[in-house]
């Protein structure tokens, strides 16, 4: 099934020391989204948008979070030869969030289907209301009906404004399966408490929202940490990880919208998104919240480019 975009992927560049196996990197590896082959590992999916983060009275700039994400990718070195696929951009215009998102579904529907690890590059965090559509159409769901979302973020996005935002997405999620009468988990790592109301907090404790908060998450609390994660991996029959990179430390992510305080250790959040990705049960990855226009010394994408490497080089594919 072909994937709808707004803008046809660009030709990947990037640093050349030779084109055999043991000098790879990633441009080398990238190709245009095809669904008629079979051997690529994943493929990638920009979604162009900011209109939720100004909803939700954010800092603009994430809209061009894709690009550079994609150009802090291009010249890592690959340990192993691998084929990735870029199948474009999907890009909200006209504060059309909603369409956007029902677009971005499409895609990430597509590419499950077709064999494909979805890696959706962000955008402001609204992006995950679009993932989660492309997963909960997908085929394999019918089979494997429990789903989890594991958000590595310092806020609960679970509010419950009139019009949809940034900050919104994960109580859609929970209304929209709610409504459809289907198993879905919702887990939080990183939660700042200075930074989510009480409210919310009881708002996630009434839809029985599990988390962590920040300062239980720090590099001494990795067994703490993998019992968290463990619990939702053995609970559930499909992962989708979302990556707000917000739930870093601003000295390691200053290119968000509201930098963090004090945040998850780098360390830690390589090490969830490396136990996830071992799993074999995760179906969809996003990173949301890149904002170049506050990026210092391409410290946030280049972070960003490291998780997403791993994350494509290591994962192991659902099999239903």
């Not at 996630?204 to 968290?228: N, P």
Request: net charge negative; charged share 20%; aromatic share 4%.
């Amino acid at each position: 099934m072909s994937i709808e975009v707004d803008t046809a992927p660009a030709p990947w560049t990037g640093r050349s020391d030779g084109a055999t196996p043991e000098h790879l990197r990633w441009h080398q590896a990238v190709r245009p989204y095809d669904p008629a082959t079979t051997d690529s590992r994943c493929v990638l999916i920009g979604f162009a948008s900011d209109e939720g983060v100004g909803r939700n009275k954010g800092r603009a700039g994430a809209v061009a979070g894709p690009d550079a994400l994609r150009g802090a990718l291009s010249s890592l070195a690959l340990a192993d030869p691998i084929i990735v696929e870029d199948a474009g951009t999907i890009a909200v215009a006209d504060a059309n969030l909603e369409g956007g998102q029902a677009r971005l579904g499409r895609a990430v529907t597509a590419a499950i289907d077709a064999g494909r690890l979805p890696v959706v590059l962000g955008g402001g965090h609204e992006v995950a209301f679009g993932t989660y559509q492309g997963v909960s159409a997908a085929g394999i769901r019918t089979g494997l009906p429990r789903l989890g979302i594991l958000n590595l973020d310092a806020h609960f996005d679970l509010r419950a404004d009139a019009v949809p935002s940034s900050g919104t997405p994960f109580r859609q999620i929970l209304e929209a399966e709610t409504a459809a009468e289907t198993s879905c988990r919702y887990d939080v790592l990183g939660i700042s408490q200075p930074s989510n109301t009480r409210a919310l907090f009881e708002t996630a404790r009434r839809l029985g929202v599990r988390y962590l908060v920040d300062d239980r998450c720090g590099v001494t609390d990795s067994e703490q940490v993998d019992v968290f994660v463990d619990a939702l991996l053995d609970a559930v029959d499909l992962v989708y990880l979302t990556i707000d990179l917000d739930v870093l430390p601003a000295a390691v992510a200053p290119g968000v919208s509201a930098p963090a305080a004090y945040g998850v250790p780098l360390e830690i959040v390589q090490r969830v998104c490396d136990r996830v990705t071992a799993s074999g049960k995760l179906i969809a990855v996003d990173v949301a919240e890149l904002n170049p226009a506050f990026d210092i010394d391409n410290r946030t994408a280049r972070t960003a480019a490291r998780l997403i490497h791993r994350i494509v080089t290591r994962h192991r594919p659902v099999t239903p």
